[in-house]
């Protein structure tokens, strides 16, 4: 049963950003972005910057900061730390709210529908809401959360498709939060530093749960 | 509220987008305001600002003073060519009624609004 990763990526809330800060003379002068490494596709406004280049993706409006790896798996947290790390550093006096990182898995199953997949880990027969809803072209997902890393881990499952009438996919989409306490001394920076640690046990914990899919062993 | 800290949604990009271009309430845009404060604060205050850094630029209207630009990376090799300096100087979140300031200020040249600038509070 495939399983692939499709997305992922960290997120900053804060009370607000000012985009207009994130120019790319900024971002290079700060050592956040090689000169070369900047790519075509850049917008900067008041109320925006998307800023492209060889290593990741920066998308920032003012109540979010977004930062998509764009390197190898193996360098990836050290993307996040650092640039990320950098940002807020440089930033101290924004009040920022939470951190979050997100990464979505897509499972194929081998054989049978996306139904099939989904009833074989999710379908509660006796159920009665599924005796209300009725199974008439049904789609099934599911959602889970749990404390874990001194996060909220937030999990939605749910059929996919692409291109296709019918979806032929369970997608997996993770939401590690960690949300920081108004601190005007400096601890909200010390927090995101240790939060941003966790990308890559993040990252393993999502594919272990995404992964359980595929190993059920169920005959479909 | 729940703070939400997922993707941010192609939605909201769009939106962002489009309310950077949107008109202000007197027909100003946002970078007409940016080009003629830029330009501005270019002719008189160029040479004032010790080097590059973060400052607050304020305009003096009738006494009364108004923060205008919070300008980023200033220094005099981006300043010259005014196209460039445009890039670096962003304005603050304008009023209709500062936006309606500087630009009477702007067009009127018998009373050039006065220009003053100090690092922000947090680069001191």
Same mark, same amino acid.
């Given at each position: 049963m495939p399983i692939k990763l499709v997305g992922c990526n960290v997120a900053i809330v804060a *009370? =607000? %950003? &000012?985009? /207009?800060? %994130?120019s790319q003379l900024w971002l290079v002068r700060h050592g956040i972005v090689d000169e070369d490494d900047l790519l075509e596709g850049c917008i900067h406004t008041d109320q925006l910057a998307r800023v492209s280049s060889k290593k990741f993706h920066l998308l920032v409006i003012p109540p979010q900061l977004q930062l998509v790896p764009t390197v190898p798996e193996e360098d990836e947290a050290v993307v996040v730390a650092t640039k990320v790390g950098a940002i807020v550093h440089l930033l101290p006096h924004t009040p920022y709210v939470a951190i979050g990182m997100n990464f979505n898995w897509q499972v194929f199953p081998d054989s049978g529908t996306v139904l099939d997949l989904a009833k074989s880990l999710f379908y509660v027969p006796t159920s009665p809401v599924s005796a209300a809803v009725g199974d008439d072209n049904l789609g099934l997902g599911a959602y889970y959360s749990r404390d874990i890393f001194g996060g909220r881990m937030r999990l939605d499952i749910k059929p996919r498709s692409e291109g !296709?009438? !019918? *979806?032929d996919r369970l997608q997996f989409d993770f939401n590690f939060q960690f949300d920081l306490n =108004?601190? &005007?001394?400096?601890g909200n920076i010390r927090s995101i530093d240790h939060h941003l640690a966790n990308w890559s046990k993040a990252k393993q914990e999502s594919l272990r749960i995404a992964q359980a899919a595929v190993s059920t062993g169920v005959s479909i | 509220m729940v703070t939400q800290t997922r993707a941010i949604p192609e939605e909201a990009v769009d939106k962002r987008l489009s309310q950077s271009v949107m008109p202000r309430?007197?027909?100003?845009r946002n970078h007409d305001i940016l080009a003629m404060t830029a330009l501005a604060f270019l002719t =008189? /205050?160029?040479?004032?600002? *010790? /080097?590059a850094g973060e400052f607050l630029a304020q305009v003096q209207d009738e006494g009364i003073s108004r923060p205008m630009l919070d300008i980023q990376e200033f220094d005099a090799m981006i300043a010259r060519p005014v196209t460039r300096a445009g890039l670096s100087l962003m304005p603050m979140e304008l009023s209709s009624a500062d936006a309606h300031v500087i630009e009477t200020a702007l067009s009127n040249k018998s009373a050039k609004p006065t220009f003053a600038t100090s690092r922000l509070p947090e680069m001191k």
């Open positions: *009370a =607000q %950003f &000012n985009p /207009s800060i %994130f !296709h009438v !019918h *979806a =108004q601190d &005007n001394t400096g | 309430p007197n027909g100003m =008189q /205050s160029c040479g004032e600002l *010790a /080097s």
